[in-house]
Structure formats: structure tokens, C-alpha cells
């Protein structure tokens, strides 16, 4: 978790107390690691205040999903590459604004997308 934390902490400093909309992204290859990430933003958040972490992955209703979304103003949102375009593409997030991106453990992200990337 140490690579996560420093990323989690930066962007958290950066992001700051005042949160407006959709700020940060972190894709990743598994839905397991991003509950994991998902987890451990909202155990370093809790010290900021109005800042709200959603998790979109497959696997997982995507009504349940959009709800969570829709209910509050997210500020990160971590989520599988599917997930992600699928509700970019029902524009239900809006990526245009988005100031911090991650791509966590990017070479098995491109080692799936085929051999182009190899």
C-alpha cells in the first residue's frame, strides 16, 4: 500500500477541504483493487471535510452505481476501464474537469488491451 498512500495523500492535499465536482480519477485493472483503493481513500478522507470517494466497477449493479453517483457530489472516483467508459459514455461523469488521473499498476491495464501494447 505504500505506492496507494503516496498518491492518495498528494491528491487529497491537492484537492483540499473545498471540493468542487469531479476532481480525480484512478482506473485500475480489478475491481478487487479498486474496493481496496476505495477503501483507503475513505480511510485517509475522514480528516477532510465535503469530500466524497464512489467506487464504479463491473460485477456490480450499475443502477446501484448511478444512484451512489447521482446522491452526492463525487469528488474521486475509482473504477475498472468498462465501468468507467460505459458511464462516461451514459454521461453520468463528466471527465472534462477532471484534474488528477491515476492509472494504478498501468502495465496490466495495457498487457489486457492487447498486443499493441506489449
Known amino acids: 500500500m505504500g505506492k496507494t498512500t503516496v498518491y492518495i495523500i498528494g491528491i487529497l492535499n491537492q484537492i483540499g477541504n473545498s471540493p468542487k465536482g469531479l476532481l480525480a480519477v484512478v482506473l485500475t485493472h480489478t ?19 465535503n469530500l466524497n470517494c464512489a467506487v464504479a466497477i463491473g460485477g456490480i449493479s450499475i443502477k446501484d452505481q ?45 498487457t489486457a488491451l492487447g498486443p499493441c501494447f506489449k
Not at 476505495?38 to 477532510?48: A, G, I, M, T
Not at 446522491?71 to 458511464?87: A, C, D, Q, V, Y
Open 31 to 49: 475491481r478487487e483493487l479498486a474496493m481496496q483503493i476505495h477503501k483507503e481513500f475513505n480511510r485517509f478522507s475522514k480528516y477532510f471535510q
Open 66 to 110: 448511478i444512484k451512489n453517483i447521482k446522491s452526492k457530489e463525487i469528488n474521486i472516483l475509482i473504477g475498472t476501464p468498462g465501468r468507467l467508459l460505459e458511464l462516461e459514455k451514459m454521461k453520468i461523469i463528466d471527465l472534462k474537469e477532471i484534474k488528477y488521473f491515476v492509472i494504478d499498476e498501468c502495465d496490466k491495464i495495457l
